[in-house]
């Protein structure tokens, strides 16, 4: 028999001791079991991983998580969902540890929102995806906040129940208003000047030294943004640019309301019609924090200086 359809279990450990036995035990099971491995972990955790493995690391999907998941938007669509998706026949185990001492607090909230996501990206999916948490490392309350995002928890000791798991609070918790930059270029734009959008992100961005791929990324994301606003957000819209913390900042911002929690999280089968404009937005941004209630939707979305 199966496991459960979706299991979700956060790991607390101490030490890379406590790590490396409790990844590899479970990497091990699942392979035992012929099961689909994935681990997405920070390369620190990955080495100490692949080295505890030896010869049977070659059996297991091995990323770099300050790579594939960088943007937090990204890791369920580009990650998490891409692998299951490749075995749809078979129960999946996956390690994730999209949250890490070096994270910064603007990345956090994504971080946390993501972590809530899973449980409903993943219902009645046969995926267990197993969440690091280094309680050295992270702060009381990201480690409170991941008794709220698991079902399940897990220590050295054991494993059980966790009595604080409701993850749409940290959802809602975390859909707070942006802080205001310091100073922003803007431009209002309806149907009439979209291009004008494009012209202006990619200007700002030039100047700071994008060029190449990289350029038309960012163009490409906030003509996506500026169309949904079109679209979906009133007929018109706000874009602002300015730099943060050695990132270009794209700001988009409307009169629509998002309400479906997994928007821009969901793979798109390229022959189905229908909008990608948020999945495109967190399949290339660096970063993506999103505001929305009735009435009012900011979207920014973060590229890392060259």
């Not at 702060?139 to 966790?162: C, F, N, Y």
């Not at 928007?263 to 924090?289: F, K, Q, T, Y």
Request: aromatic share 6%; with cysteine.
């Amino acid at each position: 028999m199966w496991p459960e359809p979706f299991v979700h279990p956060a790991l607390f450990y101490r030490g890379a001791g406590e790590y490396v036995s409790a990844t590899t035990t479970f990497i091990r099971e699942g392979l035992a079991a012929g099961e689909p491995v994935a681990v997405a972990v920070p390369p620190w955790n990955l080495a100490l991983i692949e080295a505890e493995l030896g010869t049977q690391a070659g059996d297991v999907l091995l990323l770099d998580m300050t790579r594939a998941g960088r943007n937090p938007g990204r890791i369920i669509p580009g990650v998490l969902r891409a692998f299951a998706d490749r075995h749809p026949d078979h129960h999946v185990r996956i390690i994730g540890e999209p949250i890490w001492a070096g994270r910064s607090e603007t990345e956090y909230p994504a971080c946390a929102q993501h972590e809530a996501l899973i449980n409903l990206a993943f219902t009645g999916r046969r995926v267990t995806i197993l969440c690091p948490y280094d309680l050295e490392g992270l702060t009381g309350e990201v480690i409170r906040e991941a008794e709220r995002t698991h079902p399940v928890l897990r220590d050295a000791t054991g494993e059980w129940a966790s009595g604080d798991y409701a993850p749409e609070l940290v959802v809602d918790g975390h859909n707070r208003p942006l802080r205001e930059p310091e100073k922003a270029v803007s431009l209002r734009f309806d149907h009439t000047d979209l291009s004008a959008v494009r012209a202006l992100a990619a200007r700002e961005a030039a100047a700071l030294g994008f060029g190449g791929d990289r350029l038309d990324d960012i163009r490409l994301a906030v003509a996506e943004l500026g169309a949904n606003s079109l679209d979906h957000g009133g007929g018109s819209g706000l874009l602002r640019v300015w730099t943060e913390d050695d990132r270009l900042v794209c700001e988009v911002s409307d009169a629509g309301h998002i309400t479906d929690p997994l928007v821009g999280r969901r793979p798109v089968d390229p022959r189905e019609a229908g909008s990608r404009g948020l999945l495109i937005v967190n399949l290339l941004g660096d970063l993506v924090r999103v505001h929305t209630r009735a009435g009012a939707t900011a979207v920014r979305v973060y590229f890392d200086l060259p």
